[in-house]
Protein backbone atom coordinates (compact mmCIF):
# COMPACT_ATOMS: atom_id res chain seq x y z
CA UNK A 1 0.00 0.00 0.00
CA UNK A 2 1.56 3.36 -1.04
CA UNK A 3 0.93 6.13 1.82
CA UNK A 4 3.13 8.39 0.20
CA UNK A 5 0.71 9.18 -2.69
CA UNK A 6 -0.44 12.63 -0.54
CA UNK A 7 1.91 14.56 1.66
CA UNK A 8 -0.67 15.16 4.04
CA UNK A 9 -1.17 11.12 5.11
CA UNK A 10 1.71 10.46 7.55
CA UNK A 11 2.56 6.10 7.76
CA UNK A 12 2.80 4.91 11.26
CA UNK A 13 5.57 2.38 11.89
CA UNK A 14 3.62 -0.46 14.10
CA UNK A 15 0.25 -1.95 13.80
CA UNK A 16 -3.41 -1.14 15.48
CA UNK A 17 -5.62 -3.66 17.09
CA UNK A 18 -8.99 -2.95 17.15
CA UNK A 19 -10.33 -4.96 20.75
CA UNK A 20 -14.06 -6.81 20.72
CA UNK A 21 -16.03 -4.34 23.02
CA UNK A 22 -15.32 -4.20 26.92
CA UNK A 23 -12.59 -6.45 25.97
CA UNK A 24 -9.46 -4.89 25.50
CA UNK A 25 -8.09 -6.78 29.05
CA UNK A 26 -8.23 -10.04 27.35
CA UNK A 27 -6.49 -8.53 24.53
CA UNK A 28 -4.10 -6.95 26.37
CA UNK A 29 -3.22 -10.14 28.28
CA UNK A 30 -3.31 -12.34 25.11
CA UNK A 31 -0.74 -9.90 23.13
CA UNK A 32 1.30 -10.60 26.73
CA UNK A 33 0.79 -14.56 27.15
CA UNK A 34 0.89 -15.45 23.77
CA UNK A 35 3.15 -13.05 22.01
CA UNK A 36 5.14 -11.60 24.43
CA UNK A 37 4.50 -8.05 24.03
CA UNK A 38 4.15 -6.75 27.54
CA UNK A 39 4.57 -3.16 27.09
CA UNK A 40 1.37 -0.79 27.06
CA UNK A 41 0.18 0.76 23.81
CA UNK A 42 2.04 3.63 22.47
CA UNK A 43 -1.14 4.92 21.52
CA UNK A 44 -5.07 4.10 22.58
CA UNK A 45 -7.94 5.50 20.58
CA UNK A 46 -10.68 3.84 22.73
CA UNK A 47 -10.65 0.06 21.92
CA UNK A 48 -8.04 0.84 19.27
CA UNK A 49 -4.69 0.53 20.38
CA UNK A 50 -1.52 1.18 18.85
CA UNK A 51 1.99 -0.16 19.08
CA UNK A 52 5.14 0.62 17.33
CA UNK A 53 7.35 -1.95 15.67
CA UNK A 54 5.87 -4.77 17.15
CA UNK A 55 5.27 -7.07 13.24
CA UNK A 56 8.02 -9.83 14.07
CA UNK A 57 6.58 -10.62 17.18
CA UNK A 58 3.39 -11.57 15.07
CA UNK A 59 5.01 -13.56 13.16
CA UNK A 60 2.58 -13.21 10.84
CA UNK A 61 -0.46 -13.88 12.97
CA UNK A 62 -3.32 -12.19 14.63
CA UNK A 63 -4.46 -11.78 17.49
CA UNK A 64 -7.54 -14.07 18.65
CA UNK A 65 -9.28 -11.18 20.72
CA UNK A 66 -8.48 -8.09 18.15
CA UNK A 67 -11.40 -8.13 15.49
CA UNK A 68 -9.46 -6.13 12.90
CA UNK A 69 -6.17 -4.88 12.62
CA UNK A 70 -4.43 -1.93 11.15
CA UNK A 71 -1.75 -3.41 9.26
CA UNK A 72 -0.44 -0.25 7.50
CA UNK A 73 -1.76 2.49 9.68
CA UNK A 74 -1.23 6.44 9.12
CA UNK A 75 -2.45 9.72 10.37
CA UNK A 76 -4.28 12.01 8.31
CA UNK A 77 -4.31 15.67 9.01
CA UNK A 78 -7.19 17.38 7.13
CA UNK A 79 -9.21 20.51 6.89
CA UNK A 80 -12.67 19.91 5.99
CA UNK A 81 -14.86 16.37 5.75
CA UNK A 82 -15.08 16.47 2.36
CA UNK A 83 -11.06 16.32 2.35
CA UNK A 84 -10.58 13.68 4.52
CA UNK A 85 -13.12 11.90 2.47
CA UNK A 86 -10.95 12.26 -0.47
CA UNK A 87 -8.08 11.36 1.03
CA UNK A 88 -9.44 7.90 1.93
CA UNK A 89 -10.96 7.52 -1.30
CA UNK A 90 -7.82 7.73 -3.10
CA UNK A 91 -6.62 4.80 -1.11
CA UNK A 92 -9.50 2.44 -2.04
CA UNK A 93 -12.89 2.18 -2.13
CA UNK A 94 -14.38 0.50 1.41
CA UNK A 95 -14.00 2.46 4.49
CA UNK A 96 -15.57 1.39 7.84
CA UNK A 97 -15.56 3.77 11.01
CA UNK A 98 -14.69 3.09 14.58
CA UNK A 99 -15.39 5.73 16.84
CA UNK A 100 -14.67 6.75 20.59
CA UNK A 101 -15.42 10.67 20.08
CA UNK A 102 -16.11 12.92 17.34
CA UNK A 103 -19.23 10.93 16.48
CA UNK A 104 -21.09 13.15 14.07
CA UNK A 105 -18.40 14.47 12.42
CA UNK A 106 -17.20 10.29 11.91
CA UNK A 107 -20.61 10.41 10.51
CA UNK A 108 -20.31 13.25 8.04
CA UNK A 109 -17.26 11.81 6.46
CA UNK A 110 -19.08 8.45 6.39
CA UNK A 111 -21.97 10.05 4.26
CA UNK A 112 -19.26 11.18 1.72
CA UNK A 113 -17.48 7.85 1.27
CA UNK A 114 -18.67 5.19 -1.31
CA UNK A 115 -21.66 3.32 0.42
CA UNK A 116 -21.29 0.08 2.61
CA UNK A 117 -23.94 -1.56 4.45
CA UNK A 118 -23.21 -0.71 8.44
CA UNK A 119 -26.85 -1.90 9.12
CA UNK A 120 -27.73 -5.07 11.26
CA UNK A 121 -28.00 -8.31 8.56
CA UNK A 122 -30.20 -10.67 8.91
CA UNK A 123 -28.91 -14.30 8.79
CA UNK A 124 -28.09 -15.75 6.40
CA UNK A 125 -25.49 -13.67 4.16
CA UNK A 126 -22.38 -13.89 2.28
CA UNK A 127 -19.56 -11.79 3.32
CA UNK A 128 -17.92 -10.33 1.15
CA UNK A 129 -14.12 -10.70 -0.52
CA UNK A 130 -13.35 -7.20 -0.72
CA UNK A 131 -10.68 -5.23 1.21
CA UNK A 132 -12.22 -3.30 3.96
CA UNK A 133 -10.33 0.22 5.19
CA UNK A 134 -10.77 1.37 8.75
CA UNK A 135 -10.46 4.59 10.21
CA UNK A 136 -10.35 6.80 13.79
CA UNK A 137 -10.79 10.65 14.34
CA UNK A 138 -8.99 11.66 17.25
CA UNK A 139 -10.11 14.96 17.09
CA UNK A 140 -11.72 17.11 14.66
CA UNK A 141 -8.80 17.21 12.37
CA UNK A 142 -6.79 14.41 12.40
CA UNK A 143 -7.59 10.39 11.76
CA UNK A 144 -6.01 7.28 12.55
CA UNK A 145 -6.31 4.75 9.30
CA UNK A 146 -5.55 1.68 7.55
CA UNK A 147 -6.31 0.39 4.41
CA UNK A 148 -5.05 -2.67 4.63
CA UNK A 149 -6.78 -4.64 7.70
CA UNK A 150 -7.12 -8.35 8.55
CA UNK A 151 -10.93 -8.37 8.22
CA UNK A 152 -13.41 -7.78 5.33
CA UNK A 153 -16.22 -6.88 7.49
CA UNK A 154 -16.79 -3.18 8.61
CA UNK A 155 -14.71 -2.87 12.23
CA UNK A 156 -14.18 -6.59 11.79
CA UNK A 157 -17.34 -7.73 13.42
CA UNK A 158 -20.67 -9.25 11.99
CA UNK A 159 -24.40 -7.84 13.77
CA UNK A 160 -27.11 -9.62 13.39
CA UNK A 161 -30.78 -8.47 13.64
CA UNK A 162 -31.91 -10.25 16.29
CA UNK A 163 -34.78 -12.69 16.73
CA UNK A 164 -36.19 -12.00 19.93
CA UNK A 165 -38.79 -14.94 19.63
CA UNK A 166 -38.27 -17.67 18.43
CA UNK A 167 -34.67 -19.46 18.81
CA UNK A 168 -34.70 -21.28 22.55
CA UNK A 169 -31.38 -19.22 23.58
CA UNK A 170 -29.12 -16.44 22.07
CA UNK A 171 -26.29 -18.70 21.96
CA UNK A 172 -27.83 -19.06 18.21
CA UNK A 173 -26.14 -16.15 17.13
CA UNK A 174 -22.87 -18.08 17.66
CA UNK A 175 -23.77 -20.70 15.08
CA UNK A 176 -24.83 -17.89 12.73
CA UNK A 177 -21.61 -16.26 12.93
CA UNK A 178 -19.31 -19.19 12.81
CA UNK A 179 -21.01 -20.40 9.86
CA UNK A 180 -20.50 -17.59 7.98
CA UNK A 181 -17.00 -17.69 8.67
CA UNK A 182 -16.67 -20.86 7.87
CA UNK A 183 -17.85 -20.56 4.75
CA UNK A 184 -15.67 -17.26 4.11
CA UNK A 185 -12.45 -19.16 4.97
CA UNK A 186 -13.25 -22.47 3.70
CA UNK A 187 -16.23 -21.83 1.04
CA UNK A 188 -17.83 -24.76 2.69
CA UNK A 189 -21.83 -23.62 1.82
CA UNK A 190 -23.56 -23.97 4.85
CA UNK A 191 -25.91 -26.74 6.64
CA UNK A 192 -29.07 -27.17 3.92
CA UNK A 193 -31.93 -29.40 3.18
CA UNK A 194 -30.71 -33.10 2.90
CA UNK A 195 -27.67 -32.79 5.60
CA UNK A 196 -27.54 -34.27 8.64
CA UNK A 197 -26.04 -32.85 11.80
CA UNK A 198 -24.81 -34.30 14.90
CA UNK A 199 -24.82 -31.91 17.54
CA UNK A 200 -23.42 -32.01 21.28
CA UNK A 201 -25.09 -30.48 24.33
CA UNK A 202 -27.58 -28.97 22.14
CA UNK A 203 -30.34 -28.17 25.39
CA UNK A 204 -32.06 -25.85 25.13
CA UNK A 205 -31.62 -26.09 21.21
CA UNK A 206 -30.75 -22.17 19.59
CA UNK A 207 -28.22 -24.12 17.25
CA UNK A 208 -30.50 -26.91 16.64
CA UNK A 209 -33.19 -24.17 16.27
CA UNK A 210 -30.69 -22.25 13.32
CA UNK A 211 -29.77 -25.81 11.81
CA UNK A 212 -33.31 -26.66 11.24
CA UNK A 213 -33.96 -23.34 9.82
CA UNK A 214 -31.47 -23.60 6.90
CA UNK A 215 -33.20 -27.14 6.35
CA UNK A 216 -30.89 -29.54 7.60
CA UNK A 217 -31.66 -32.36 9.87
CA UNK A 218 -30.21 -32.66 13.57
CA UNK A 219 -29.37 -35.55 15.68
CA UNK A 220 -29.37 -33.66 18.68
CA UNK A 221 -28.09 -35.12 22.11
CA UNK A 222 -27.88 -34.00 25.83
CA UNK A 223 -28.70 -34.61 29.06
CA UNK A 224 -31.90 -32.72 29.21
CA UNK A 225 -34.65 -32.10 26.96
CA UNK A 226 -34.32 -29.81 23.57
CA UNK A 227 -37.37 -26.37 23.84
CA UNK A 228 -40.57 -28.23 23.00
CA UNK A 229 -40.51 -26.72 19.84
CA UNK A 230 -37.70 -28.58 18.65
CA UNK A 231 -38.71 -31.74 20.02
CA UNK A 232 -41.48 -31.77 18.37
CA UNK A 233 -39.76 -31.15 14.85
CA UNK A 234 -39.77 -33.58 12.53
CA UNK A 235 -36.16 -32.42 11.54
CA UNK A 236 -34.70 -33.40 15.18
CA UNK A 237 -34.52 -36.62 16.43
CA UNK A 238 -33.03 -36.36 20.33
CA UNK A 239 -31.14 -38.73 22.48
CA UNK A 240 -31.23 -38.16 25.96
CA UNK A 241 -27.15 -38.96 27.24
CA UNK A 242 -23.83 -37.29 27.57
CA UNK A 243 -23.02 -36.49 23.76
CA UNK A 244 -18.96 -37.00 24.48
CA UNK A 245 -19.25 -40.25 25.67
CA UNK A 246 -20.96 -41.74 22.07
CA UNK A 247 -18.83 -42.55 19.41
CA UNK A 248 -18.83 -41.87 16.24
CA UNK A 249 -19.16 -45.32 14.76
CA UNK A 250 -22.20 -45.35 17.26
CA UNK A 251 -23.64 -41.71 15.80
CA UNK A 252 -22.35 -42.71 12.29
CA UNK A 253 -21.57 -40.41 8.83
CA UNK A 254 -22.62 -36.77 9.58
CA UNK A 255 -22.16 -34.12 7.24
CA UNK A 256 -21.34 -31.46 10.45
CA UNK A 257 -20.41 -31.92 14.29
CA UNK A 258 -21.07 -29.08 16.27
CA UNK A 259 -20.77 -28.43 20.26
CA UNK A 260 -20.82 -25.81 22.34
CA UNK A 261 -20.36 -27.61 25.47
CA UNK A 262 -18.89 -26.42 28.73
CA UNK A 263 -16.01 -28.61 29.00
CA UNK A 264 -12.42 -28.45 29.72
CA UNK A 265 -10.40 -27.64 26.57
CA UNK A 266 -8.19 -30.89 27.31
CA UNK A 267 -11.73 -33.12 26.82
CA UNK A 268 -12.86 -31.18 23.76
CA UNK A 269 -9.57 -31.35 21.83
CA UNK A 270 -9.47 -35.24 22.93
CA UNK A 271 -13.35 -35.54 21.60
CA UNK A 272 -12.20 -33.08 18.23
CA UNK A 273 -9.46 -35.81 17.50
CA UNK A 274 -12.27 -38.78 18.10
CA UNK A 275 -14.13 -37.51 15.31
CA UNK A 276 -11.67 -36.42 12.72
CA UNK A 277 -9.44 -39.63 13.44
CA UNK A 278 -13.30 -41.58 12.41
CA UNK A 279 -13.37 -40.25 9.14
CA UNK A 280 -17.39 -39.75 10.00
CA UNK A 281 -17.78 -36.27 9.38
CA UNK A 282 -16.05 -33.42 7.07
CA UNK A 283 -17.12 -30.78 9.06
CA UNK A 284 -16.60 -29.15 12.56
CA UNK A 285 -17.23 -26.22 14.70
CA UNK A 286 -16.89 -26.32 18.36
CA UNK A 287 -16.97 -23.74 21.44
CA UNK A 288 -13.46 -24.08 23.22
CA UNK A 289 -14.70 -22.50 26.55
CA UNK A 290 -11.91 -20.92 28.77
CA UNK A 291 -11.61 -22.16 32.41
CA UNK A 292 -9.60 -19.57 33.81
CA UNK A 293 -6.45 -18.66 32.60
CA UNK A 294 -5.97 -19.34 28.82
CA UNK A 295 -3.64 -22.35 28.03
CA UNK A 296 -1.98 -20.76 25.58
CA UNK A 297 0.29 -24.17 24.85
CA UNK A 298 -3.24 -25.95 24.59
CA UNK A 299 -4.43 -23.43 22.05
CA UNK A 300 -1.35 -24.44 19.64
CA UNK A 301 -2.30 -27.22 19.70
CA UNK A 302 -6.37 -26.74 18.35
CA UNK A 303 -4.74 -24.32 15.95
CA UNK A 304 -1.96 -26.88 14.32
CA UNK A 305 -5.05 -29.18 13.24
CA UNK A 306 -4.84 -29.58 9.57
CA UNK A 307 -7.62 -27.53 7.67
CA UNK A 308 -8.32 -25.98 10.39
CA UNK A 309 -9.22 -21.81 11.82
CA UNK A 310 -9.62 -20.60 15.14
CA UNK A 311 -11.74 -17.25 15.62
CA UNK A 312 -12.83 -15.69 18.19
CA UNK A 313 -16.96 -14.14 17.05
CA UNK A 314 -18.67 -11.23 18.15
CA UNK A 315 -20.90 -12.80 19.87
CA UNK A 316 -17.90 -15.23 22.07
CA UNK A 317 -17.41 -13.71 25.64
CA UNK A 318 -14.53 -15.94 27.44
CA UNK A 319 -14.08 -18.70 24.90
CA UNK A 320 -12.54 -19.39 21.42
CA UNK A 321 -14.71 -21.07 18.46
CA UNK A 322 -12.58 -23.83 16.34
CA UNK A 323 -13.66 -24.60 12.56
CA UNK A 324 -12.33 -27.66 10.64
CA UNK A 325 -13.50 -28.04 6.92
CA UNK A 326 -12.20 -30.83 5.37
Known sequence: MNCQKSSKIQPLEGVCFLAFPEQTNLLLSELSERFGITSAPDNAYGDLLF???????????????????????FILKFDSIGEAATELKSLQRNWAPYQFTCFRRAQLIQEKLPYINLKERSFPYKI???????????????????????????AGAVHFIEDHENPPSRAYLKIQESLLLADYYFKCGLPSEGQKCFEAGACPGGWTWVLTELGASVFAVDRAELDERLMKNPLVTFKAHDAFTLTPQEIGPVDWVFSDVICYPERLLKWIHTWLDSGQTKKMICTIKMQGEIDWALIKEFEEIPNSRIVHLNYNKHELTFININ
Open 51 to 73: YKDISAKLNGKTPYWARTCLLDP
Open 128 to 154: PDSPMGLYTLIDEHTLIASALTTSPLP
